[in-house]
Nanobody, 126 residues
Framework: QVQLVESGGGLVQAGVSLRLSCAAS????????MAWFRQAPGAEREFVAA????????YYGDSVKGRFTISRDHAKDTVDLQMNSLKPEDTAVYYC???????????????????WGQGTQVTVSS
């Protein structure tokens, strides 16, 4: 059972940057996609970004495109989410996810992912 652990959340002011990291309990060579989702109180889980392990293609939700960047840190073996120009509406619990066999058309669907972290809170004040 792969365990994912997120870190890097916190309380920040609007306009600043924050970097989240996701570490797996074991190497995940069979995970086709790694992704970040977020969930605000009373809202559904929202796709943020995904990274295809082979090829390194990246995908973003419309609300974060141009501000957030997903990447792999090979030295630390983590998947990171660099969040710039944060807005109060970015406030949510951010979850790391890993998908073993999902196809490209389902990369934005939470149900397509096999493993999830516990989440890390990001709060952006205005």
């Amino acid at each position: 059972q792969v365990q994912l652990v997120e870190s890097g959340g916190g309380l920040v002011q609007a306009g600043v940057s924050l970097r989240l990291s996701c570490a797996a309990s074991e190497r995940t060579p069979n995970m086709r996609f790694m992704a970040w989702f977020r969930q605000a109180p009373g809202a559904e889980r929202e796709f943020v970004a995904a990274l295809r392990r082979i090829g390194g293609n990246t995908y973003y939700g419309d609300s974060v495109k141009g501000r957030f960047t997903i990447s792999r840190d090979h030295a630390k073996d983590t998947v990171d989410l660099q969040m710039n120009s944060l807005k109060p509406e970015d406030t949510a619990v951010y979850y790391c996810a890993a998908g073993r066999s999902l196809i490209l058309s389902s990369v934005r669907m939470a149900a397509a992912y096999n493993y999830w972290g516990q989440g890390t809170q990001v709060t952006v004040s205005s």
